[in-house]
């Protein structure tokens, strides 16, 4: 299969046809305070993307150093919107799992997921632990911290809920699905 006929993991993202648009200067990449650290800076991400390098994009650590400072989408020329494709690539990543191997976020963003797709709510300390499970030794170094926020009222270690969490779940899965289709 050439490049240009592999199915493009990207096509649900809502903003995916912008960077065509894209006319390279690198403006985005060099207000990016990231880019030094990122495996292709964003215009290198957009030009992957489409050339149909798609493996190379996926599994890029570029969305994860992105900390949505927005310096790139309000200088961008053609304002195309840098900083909400970052979001939706992490997504997309996180989803088919090719994060880097090093990269804990896809992790974290799972465990979120997987508490709100239960209870409907966030329970920090829940999110923890889940987390905790892939990373633990993570988990025992925030033990400490946990307990003071713990007894300060500022972390709940009761499981919040919505008053109907199935109908919730069943929302999500909706969702998913729609996702899955697009
Ligand atoms: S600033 Fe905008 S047009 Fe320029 S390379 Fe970046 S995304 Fe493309
Ligand atoms: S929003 Fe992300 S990609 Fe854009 S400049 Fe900031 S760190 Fe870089």
């Known amino acids: 299969m050439n490049k240009a006929s592999k199915p493009n993991p990207f096509t649900s993202i809502s903003d995916i046809a912008t960077i065509n648009a894209c006319i390279q200067c690198g403006t985005c990449s060099g207000s990016c305070p990231l880019s030094d650290q990122m495996d292709h800076a964003p215009r290198e991400l957009f030009a992957l993307i489409r050339e149909g390098e798609y493996d190379m994009a996926l599994k890029s650590n570029t969305p994860w150093f992105c900390v949505s400072c927005y310096a790139c989408m309000v200088r961008c020329p053609k304002e195309i919107p840098v900083t909400d494709l970052m979001y939706a690539f992490k997504e997309i990543i996180t989803r088919?799992?090719?994060?880097?191997?090093?990269?804990?976020?896809?992790?974290?963003?799972?465990?979120?997921?997987?508490?709100?797709?239960?209870?409907?709510?966030?329970?920090?300390?829940?999110?923890?632990?889940?987390?905790?499970?892939?990373?633990?030794?993570?988990?025992?170094?925030?033990?400490?911290?946990?307990?003071?926020?713990?007894?300060?009222?500022?972390?709940?270690?009761?499981?919040?809920?919505?008053s109907d969490p199935e109908s919730f779940a069943r929302l999500f899965e909706l969702t998913e699905k729609s996702e899955d289709k697009a």
């Open 96 to 162: 088919k799992r090719t994060a880097p191997k090093n990269q804990k976020m896809p992790d974290m963003y799972r465990a979120f997921s997987r508490i709100i797709k239960a209870k409907g709510r966030i329970t920090e300390s829940y999110v923890m632990a889940l987390y905790g499970v892939k990373h633990p030794l993570d988990a025992l170094k925030n033990i400490p911290l946990a307990v003071k926020m713990i007894l300060r009222k500022r972390l709940e270690p009761k499981a919040l809920s919505v």
